[in-house]
Every structure is written in structure tokens, then in C-alpha cells.
């Protein structure tokens, strides 16, 4: 039986399988992680642990698309069946994956169920208004079943057009503190999330974020600085590669008028501070530690990383994703001009 409740201790789970006309290199990718095994006679096998349903994928190696199929990583043995075939086109070649579960957990079967079923809604000759009546009866009857729980939140993330915001507000207020901080979780509380341009000329709306000793920040303390607001995360490979020349930057500007605040779409606090002190980032960092549903980031429509918008001592925009060479030309032309 699954457990309704998202804080309960990691269990083994064992994934094995079996190709049919395939050997080689097989991947198992889940919450981030990544781990491969060699196949013996089309055979392969994982092991590790979980202390939750993880959605997850088999991937193969190949050069022109990537083969993948996915499923639900729980505690126990999930045995996959898995046929591979050529690309029936002529600018491709390769595999492709099909899969079969023949033994899973309850996470993978309730979940597939339910995406069946909404899936059979879409093709009945009614309403539109009455399937999303009938498609709500499916995830509200999941979300009574396994409150608190990723079962019903999965399902409630792929399906939250049905519900109005105050709806999702409510629901999330009910899990529990871990689960909340999921990115399914954080993608439902920020769906809302009012969005705005950002245009050369105009004034960046004001926000405000926690940075890492937990003080609330305002923009709008910085005014009467020329400011850049910089998205990046840990993680994010060209960001750090960037870091030491936006450093450069700060100390050579900071002392005439240029200030930074960091926005990180980090997830991890550990990860975000580290990077920090690892790179040598003095200036303001801020975070709600929301990944890609960090509420700054996606009011601004920030799609990508790294991402930059630099405003005057007004708070007006008057560039953005300044990099490498471009952000000390703009800086140059600025402060030379005093």
C-alpha cells in the first residue's frame, strides 16, 4: 500500500529488464540522477534507493534521437520488457524503445490509470465543459485517495488548467513542508504568478526575495545604483563559466555606483551557498528556492539562464543579457561618460 505522506524513509527498489535485439550501454535517469549498466544477453539491472515515487526513464545511447520510456521508480521491482526497432525513415537510423511493465509498483499503476482515463475523456464526443467535469472527478478522486502524497500531485500538475487559482492555493497550503518544496508542487503554487515585459526604457517592477540568512530584499532599497539583476543557479554550467567575469565587473564598478543581486533557480540551499563561496560572489543573492518556478523569474519570463536585466539609478531597464565582453563595454560607456 502506498504511503500517503511524503516524509517516510527510504526504501531499495531493484528496476531489471530485458531487450530483445539490443546490447550495450542502458541508462536509468530519476529525480536528477543518472546511473548506466552494460547489458548481458539484452539484460540489465539498478539498484538503489527511494523515499518516494520517482518518475524516471530507461534511456539507450544513440546518435540521431533519443530513445527513451519512462515509468515510476518506487520502492520494490519494477521488471520492464523492452523491444527495440529501426527508425522506419530514411534520415534516421537507430532504436527505438518500446516497453511493456510486467511488475510495478502501485505509484506506476494508479498513475497510469488515471492518465488512461483522462486520456479517454479527451476522445468522447461531449462538452468541453463536461470533460473538464469528468477530468476533475479523476484527480480530486486521486487527490482524497493519497492526499499529501506525489501520486496525486503528478497527476494534479499535468492537470492543473482545471483549477482556478485559489483552488491551487488551497491545495497547497494542505502538503506537506517537504513535498511542498517538490517542483511539481512549487510549478502548481506559481501558475498564477502575474507575468510582465521587460522593455528597454521602462521601469522594472519592484520585487522582493529572501536571500541566504533568510532577510527579506527589495529591489527598490537599491535605487540610486545602476543595478544588475542576474538569473543563474549552481548548476548551470555557463553561468559559472560567466560568474568570474561578472565578478570582474562588480570590482571594478562596485565602488562608482554598480551593484548585483543574484537570482538563483536553485533548489538546494547547500548547492546555492556553496556556489556562492565557491565563486566568489559578494554582492546580494536572493532565492525562493524554486528551481525554474522561482516567483522572480517567472514574473519576468525569464526562460533561460544566464539571464541578466540592468537597470539605471531610476530602476529603469536600459539593457538586457549583457555578457562576456558586452556587460564591460556597457559599463565602460556608462561610468566613463560621468
Known amino acids: ?21 539490443y546490447d550495450g550501454k542502458v541508462y536509468l535517469l530519476h529525480e536528477g540522477e543518472r546511473d548506466s549498466v552494460f547489458t548481458k544477453h539484452g539484460q540489465f539491472k539498478f539498484k538503489g534507493k527511494v ?48 516497453t511493456k511493465v510486467l511488475k510495478a509498483v502501485d505509484a506506476h499503476q494508479t498513475i497510469a490509470a488515471a492518465t488512461k482515463g483522462i486520456a479517454k475523456i ?17 484527480v480530486d478522486s486521486l487527490l482524497q485517495s493519497y492526499p499529501n502524497s506525489i501520486i496525486s500531485l503528478y497527476i494534479l500538475h499535468n492537470n492543473d488548467e482545471y483549477y482556478n487559482n485559489e483552488e491551487l492555493q488551497n491545495i497547497y497550503l494542505t502538503l506537506d513542508p517537504l513535498l511542498a518544496k517538490h517542483s511539481y508542487a512549487l510549478a502548481i503554487k506559481t501558475k498564477y504568478t502575474p507575468t ?12 522582493s526575495q529572501v536571500n541566504t540568512a533568510g532577510k527579506m530584499v527589495s529591489l527598490s532599497t537599491f535605487k540610486g545604483k545602476y543595478v544588475l539583476v542576474d538569473f543563474w543557479a549552481s548548476w548551470c554550467v555557463p553561468c559559472r563559466e560567466e560568474n568570474p567575469i561578472v565578478l570582474s565587473a562588480y ?15 536553485d533548489d538546494s540551499k547547500e548547492a546555492w551557498v556553496k556556489a556562492i563561496k565557491d ?20 514574473t519576468f519570463k525569464i526562460k533561460s539562464v544566464p539571464s541578466n536585466i540592468l537597470i539605471d539609478k531610476e530602476g529603469v531597464v536600459i539593457a538586457k543579457n549583457l555578457r562576456g565582453e558586452d556587460l564591460e563595454k556597457k559599463l565602460e560607456e556608462l561610468f566613463s561618460a560621468k
Do not use: C
Open 1 to 21: 500500500m502506498l504511503m500517503n505522506s511524503f516524509a517516510f524513509s527510504q526504501g531499495n527498489f531493484i528496476v531489471e529488464g530485458k531487450f530483445k535485439n
Open 51 to 98: 523515499s518516494r515515487p520517482e518518475f524516471s526513464y530507461i534511456s539507450i545511447p544513440n546518435k540521431n534521437r533519443v530513445a527513451i520510456t519512462a515509468f515510476w521508480v518506487d520502492k520494490g521491482k519494477t521488471v520492464l520488457e523492452l523491444d527495440t526497432v529501426p527508425f522506419k525513415n530514411s534520415r534516421f537510423s537507430g532504436v527505438t524503445v518500446k
Open 122 to 138: 479527451n476522445l468522447l464526443s461531449i462538452s468541453e465543459q463536461e470533460k473538464v467535469g469528468l477530468k476533475r472527478l479523476i
Open 196 to 207: 510582465v515585459d521587460v522593455v528597454i526604457g521602462e521601469k522594472l517592477l519592484d520585487f
Open 251 to 265: 570590482n571594478k564598478y562596485n565602488s562608482k555606483g554598480f551593484d548585483i543581486i543574484g537570482i538563483s533557480l
Open 279 to 298: 565563486d566568489g560572489l559578494t554582492w546580494e543573492h536572493l532565492s525562493d528556492l524554486g528551481g525554474w518556478n522561482n516567483v522572480v523569474s517567472k
